[in-house]
């Protein structure tokens, strides 16, 4: 899994397969699903990210698992 950060675009991208993306569909109002051939979830993007989180929460992302 890879997680970027990119403020000269104002996204953050949850890449969570490498394989290759055949199909993108925004499911929410800046909110983009990237699909596979098997249509299986492979990344999601979150446009306009400043208006969701500030910096110092950008910058500590915190991961759980259980």
């Known amino acids: 899994m890879r997680i970027k ?7 953050l ?4 397969d490498e394989a290759r993306i ?5 499911i929410q109002p ?6 596979d051939e098997k249509n299986n979830v492979v990344g999601v ?7 969701r989180a500030t910096e110092e929460e950008l910058s500590s992302l915190q991961f759980q698992s259980a």
Do not use: C, M
């Not at 950060?5 to 996204?11: E, G, L, N, V, Y």
């Not at 055949?22 to 925004?26: A, G, L, P, Y």
């Not at 993007?45 to 208006?51: D, G, K």
């Open 22 to 26: 055949v199909e993108s569909e925004e």
């Open 13 to 16: 991208y949850f890449r969570l």
């Open 5 to 11: 950060i990119d403020k000269k675009t104002d996204t």
């Open 45 to 51: 993007e979150f446009l306009n990210i400043s208006a």
């Open 30 to 35: 800046g909110v983009i699903l990237d699909f």
